[in-house]
């Protein structure tokens, strides 16, 4: 674990080093917001507070640090917006936003206090659970979305939004064992709206459904969204072969994912006969 801690840093070491040859005169605030990521992910809304960085700080004074961090690829920004309506650049606001590192792996290593550990144990709802958010916004950004989030004047949050065959499919992020409780979820689908897709709520537990809402193990995440189409491995589907694969899907739906066992399944994965999940069933539609 030492090594490969003091390897992860000495990644982190190169990328604040990328920082200062080629950020220009953003340098200096570049390597400020790109050390901030942890601990503003860290809080239980995860915003990203420019103030937080510096007294006095603007957001106007960071605008280009923080772009310039995006277009290198480092952060990820999720942009706020305020209405469940189609296209969301219409109703976001730009000055509202989270941001994600890269890599999760990396963002472990950035914390002062080693979780290593504790997340090889399980324990994924640590720091507010940013691990486990971060994990899902980058296997977003790996397809190729765009990232928001809904924030109804604070008393309604969303964790993610995916813009899908004009329809807005959902996607909360559950680190703890209480991942059937959500409220913002719940008050979406007392107000009917013809634009919503699907709903779903990714948390270390078994795949099942309830009513409108499907809950997907994190392991299976990467292998619900494929190619730039979410949820396109229809959950019923899924689920089914789930229920009658004999090996790895078997074992993992009928108790909850550890990072352990997450890190010893594969991204999509095989059944006893040496079949992937999704690619079989790509084939089948």
């Known amino acids: 674990m030492s090594k490969t801690l003091l390897v992860q840093r000495s990644i982190i070491d190169s990328y604040r080093d990328d920082i200062?040859?080629?950020?220009?005169?953003?340098?200096?605030?570049?390597?400020?917001?790109?050390?901030?990521?942890?601990?503003?992910?860290?809080k239980e809304k995860k915003r990203f507070i420019i103030a937080d960085i510096e007294q006095r700080a603007t957001a106007q004074k960071y605008e280009n640090a923080a772009q310039w961090l995006m277009?290198?690829?480092?952060?990820?920004?999720?942009y706020n917006t305020h209405n469940l309506l189609l296209p969301f650049e219409q109703y976001e606001k730009r000055n509202?936003?989270?941001?994600?590192?890269?890599?999760?792996?990396?963002?472990?290593?950035?914390?002062?206090?080693?979780?290593?550990?504790?997340?090889?144990?399980?324990?994924?709802?640590?720091?507010?659970?940013?691990?486990?958010?971060?994990?899902?916004?980058t296997e977003l950004v790996k397809k190729g979305y765009v990232l928001h989030y809904y924030d109804h004047k604070s008393r309604q949050e969303l964790d993610f939004l995916v813009a899908q065959n004009n329809k807005i499919n959902i996607i909360e992020v559950k680190s703890g064992n209480d991942y059937k409780r959500h409220a913002s979820l719940d008050a979406v689908l007392e107000s009917p709206n013809p634009t919503l897709g699907d709903l779903m709520v990714i948390s270390k537990?078994?795949?099942?459904?309830?009513?409108?809402?499907?809950?997907?193990?994190?392991?299976?995440?990467?292998?619900?969204?494929?190619q730039k189409a979410v949820f396109q491995i229809r959950f019923t589907a899924f689920s089914l072969y789930a229920n009658r694969s004999n090996a790895r899907i078997s074992s993992c739906t009928h108790?909850?994912?550890t990072v352990k066992r997450l890190r010893r399944t594969a991204e999509c994965p095989v059944d006893s006969q040496g079949v992937s999940?999704?690619?079989?069933f790509a084939e089948r539609t």
């Not at 999940?277 to 079989?280: C, S, T």
């Open 71 to 78: 277009d290198a690829g480092i952060a990820y920004f999720s």
């Open 20 to 42: 200062s040859k080629y950020a220009g005169q953003e340098k200096a605030r570049a390597k400020l917001f790109f050390d901030a990521i942890p601990s503003e992910l860290s």
């Open 255 to 257: 108790r909850p994912m």
């Open 96 to 137: 509202l936003y989270k941001v994600f590192l890269l890599d999760t792996g990396l963002l472990c290593s950035m914390w002062r206090e080693p979780i290593q550990w504790q997340v090889l144990n399980g324990e994924i709802d640590i720091n507010e659970g940013a691990l486990t958010e971060n994990f899902v916004a």
């Open 205 to 226: 537990f078994p795949m099942q459904k309830i009513g409108d809402i499907q809950y997907i193990p994190l392991y299976a995440l990467g292998c619900i969204i494929l």
């Open 277 to 280: 999940a999704p690619r079989e």
